[in-house]
């Protein structure tokens, strides 16, 4: 079993900075695909951004330039790194771990960002 445990959430004016934190536990493998997830009231979840066990990164066109996720294998714990934040980035973030054909979800942190 996997946990997730998401941090680093708050309000914060347009144009701000917000870092997310996800701390892994349990069965965790450095080979696996860490990834932030984002749903906003009334809407559907959708993908913000991926890393792969070799640093390869993926990231929604909405968000790039902005947000850089990383990831530190050691901790087993992966960030999100926020920048010029705008009001449409206000949601719920939520951290998954894809391995061996799983999907873990942690509980998410929501992230407000004031006009």
């Known amino acids: 079993q996997v946990q997730l445990l998401e941090s680093g959430g708050g309000l914060v004016q347009a144009g701000g900075s917000l870092r997310l934190s996800c701390a892994a536990s349990g069965s965790i493998f450095s080979a696996n695909a860490m990834a932030w997830y984002r749903q906003a009231a009334g809407k559907q979840r959708e993908f913000v951004a991926s890393?792969?066990?070799?640093?390869?990164?993926v990231y929604i066109d909405s968000v790039k330039g902005r947000f850089t996720i990383s990831r530190d294998n050691g901790k087993n714990t992966v960030y999100l790194q926020m920048n010029n934040l705008k009001p449409e980035d206000t949601a719920v973030y939520s951290c998954n771990v894809h391995q061996y054909g799983m999907n873990y979800w942690g509980k998410g942190t929501l992230v407000t960002v004031s006009s």
């Open positions: 890393i792969f066990s070799g640093g390869n990164t």
